[in-house]
């Protein structure tokens, strides 16, 4: 299973290379944002343009990964979903929680403002 990283100063982006999104993927990704591989990222950014299919169990995956990278202060989010990819990834009510960007440059938005609203959380 490989991903491609492209780390920035204020997130990482992460890019799997498979074209399904499954259980495998979803729980190396899991691994891979909250462990501490070697930078100081918190913030993720998972670019699906390659994954043209998911299976039905994705998106309970994703929202794991999701809601433990928002309790330990990371921002996560999703962009570049296929047609397919996307239908799965909004299909249960829980959906709503994620963080899902059509274009990269507002997935990097979504990240910056989530970074000022926790600077400005910290000062009260």
Do not use: W
């Amino acid at each position: 299973m490989e991903f491609k990283f492209d780390t920035k100063p204020t997130y990482t982006i992460i890019t799997p290379a498979a074209d399904i999104l499954d259980d495998n993927i979803t729980g190396k990704l899991a691994e891979l944002t909250l462990q501490d591989y070697g930078n100081d990222s918190t913030n993720f950014i998972i670019d699906l343009q390659h994954c043209i299919s998911a299976d039905n169990t994705s998106l309970s995956g994703v929202l794991k990964v999701h809601d433990a990278c928002y309790a330990e202060q990371r921002s996560f989010v999703l962009t570049g979903a296929q047609p397919a990819v996307l239908q799965i990834l909004q299909a249960g009510d829980d959906s709503e929680r994620l963080n899902i960007a059509p274009t990269m440059q507002e997935a990097v938005d979504i990240i910056s403002m989530e970074i000022l609203e926790r600077d400005l959380l910290s000062e009260e």
